[in-house]
């Protein structure tokens, strides 16, 4: 039998939250399989029969172990031409932010279902490139009974349960600000209502009203802000920059504080005049 979760995690230090219940193995398999059909990044096998070989890692290798972290920075930056290794680190962490951020906010805007992902207990496959394969062979999860209340939950059980250990690592690896990984994790979190629209629109307001609650918190607050200048259209705009103009072929993200008023305004713009002839959304 699966054991329960533990109540401090996501409950926080205060005791039970009466709006968090837990939910079944089956209710959290089948919401996950839900999500994970929107795309890769949202992606989570609980395949009961399915073998973990001795190549799946537990989250906790993330960043328990630095050499391999430090490793895996340097292929990083070999593939995108860089030798700064604050470059590689960067986006790494936010790939991984996205990786992370994804299935749980995915869940919880689609079923109001908050997927365990106990470091200890959920598995990864290294992966030469893409989004890293993730395994929870005997999911748990929480049903929200309050969605005002769920950002409190989703927050501890991405940035404190997962983001912040791997932050501290990465910053072992490369002395990088952890201002920039931070507007790296909320960069991440905003990048899911594009990576949602065409497949499950129905899920883009109450992914954003999450959201917006989430920027609100902790190390999140401050990073950016969320805007929506027409009906169901977000744009993020961060306040620190992940770097990514420093690559050999890089240059500014959409989201990037670095471009003029002018020049972000006229990208909204162009979004929202292709938009017309369809469902679409850009960071």
């Known amino acids: ?24 193995a089956r209710a959290v398999a089948g919401v996950m399989a839900e999500v994970s059909a929107i795309g890769p990044y949202f992606a989570v096998s609980t395949a009961a029969g399915e073998t973990a070989g001795p190549d799946w890692r537990p989250l906790t290798a993330l960043h328990s172990d630095i050499g391999a972290l430090r490793a895996w920075t340097g292929r990083v930056g070999r593939r995108l031409g860089t030798g700064e290794t604050r ?31 106990d470091p200890a207990r959920v598995r990864w496959l290294p992966a030469a490139s893409g989004p ?43 002395g990088i600000a952890p201002r920039l990984l931070w507007g790296n994790a909320a960069s991440a979190l905003a990048g899911i209502l594009p990576a949602v629209a065409p497949e499950r629109p129905d899920l883009v307001a109450p992914a954003a009203s999450l959201i917006r609650g989430l920027l609100a918190l902790g190390v999140l607050e401050g990073s950016g802000d969320l805007a929506e200048p027409a009906p169901g259209h977000h744009f993020f705009v961060r306040r620190s920059c992940c770097l990514y103009y420093r690559l050999p072929a890089g240059g500014m993200c959409g989201d990037c504080v670095l471009l003029s008023p002018e020049v972000r305004h006229g990208q909204w713009a162009q979004a929202l005049r292709q938009a017309e002839t369809g469902p679409f959304m850009e960071r």
Do not use: K, N
Not at 1 to 18: D, K, N, V, Y
Not at 136 to 154: F, M, N, Q, Y
């Open 87 to 117: 470059v590689a680190a960067s986006i790494l962490f936010q790939g991984l932010a996205a990786r992370f951020w994804s299935p749980v906010v995915g869940a919880v805007a689609a079923r109001g279902l908050l997927p365990d992902l």
């Open 132 to 174: 890293l394969p993730l395994r929870a062979a005997r999911p748990t999860g929480w049903e929200i009974t309050d969605p005002d209340r769920a950002a409190a939950p989703v927050y501890r059980a991405v940035v404190t349960e997962l983001l912040e250990p791997l932050a501290l690592a990465v910053q072992e690896v490369t």
């Open 1 to 24: 039998m699966t054991p329960p979760l533990p109540a401090r995690r996501l409950h926080g230090e205060g005791g039970p939250s009466p709006w968090l219940r837990p939910a079944g």
